[in-house]
T-cell receptor, first 114, second 112 residues
Framework: EAGVAQSPRYKIIEKRQSVAFWCNPI?????LYWYQQILGQGPKLLIQ????????DSQLPKDRFSAERLKGVDSTLKIQPAKLEDSAVYLC???FGTGGWEQYFGPGTRLTVT | KQEVTQIPAALSVPEGENLVLNCSFT??????LQWFRQDPGKGLTSLLL?????REQTSGRLNASLDKSSGRSTLYIAASQPGDSATYLC???????????FGTGTRLLVSP
């Protein structure tokens, strides 16, 4: 069974530029998550989708971050414009459903903003 | 608001030792608790998932316990090996907001 796929793996941009990350969840998983992990910290949930609807985006900085999950499968996370403090690893995860289902994580995208 | 704490923040042991990593959480209303391993520059690998109705889970040399009423979990690693060197993260999924809340991790170094 293929795992959660993410691209790119690494990205370096200058502040005020824009960037987009892509995630393809495990086949059949209805729930998709984007996390931000700053160096030395645990991951923090940015947004959670159930199929193509948003369940929780309470910690998403909506003035610069956006995410979509068209057709309820793969998803993109965009940052525009980027700030220095956005330097982090962005992790995508998926699960069969909400509640007690296990979450499976992708390899992450390491973003460096200079 | 759920908060997860992991102690110690870092641990260095010689190969072959048995060790215990600790995780505590403030709200006992959880669906489950997961232990993850994270290698430098990599994503998260799920090690063990304990549902709220369970007391422990085992996988190979790993054993995780859960005491929901006291808000604590431990990850026991038997006969540690250099390949176990990584950061270990604990996360709980609470029934309120239904999202994983992570601790800051324990960085483990096992020396040959």
């Amino acid at each position: 069974e293929a795992g959660v796929a993410q691209s790119p793996r690494y990205k370096i941009i200058e502040k005020r530029q824009s960037v987009a990350f892509w995630c393809n969840p495990i086949s059949g998983h209805a729930t998709l998550y984007w996390y931000q992990q700053i160096l030395g910290q645990g991951p923090k949930l940015l947004i959670q989708f159930q199929n193509n609807g948003v369940v929780d985006d309470s910690q998403l900085p909506k003035d610069r971050f956006s995410a979509e999950r068209l057709k309820g499968v793969d998803s993109t996370l965009k940052i525009q414009p980027a700030k220095l403090e956005d330097s982090a690893v962005y992790l995508c995860a998926s699960s069969f459903g909400t509640g007690g289902w296990e979450q499976y994580f992708g390899p992450g995208t390491r973003l460096t903003v200079t | 608001k759920q908060e997860v704490t992991q102690i110690p923040a870092a641990l260095s042991v010689p190969e072959g030792e048995n060790l215990v990593l600790n995780c505590s959480f403030t709200d006992s209303a959880i669906y489950n608790l997961q232990w993850f391993r994270q290698d430098p520059g990599k994503g998260l690998t799920s090690l063990l998932l304990i549902q709220s109705s369970q007391r422990e889970q085992t996988s190979g040399r790993l054993n995780a316990s859960l005491d929901k009423s006291s808000g604590r979990s431990t990850l026991y690693i038997a006969a540690s090996q250099p390949g176990d060197s990584a950061t270990y993260l604990c996360a709980v999924k609470d029934t309120g907001f239904q999202k994983l809340v992570f601790g800051t991790g324990t960085r483990l170094l096992v020396s040959p």
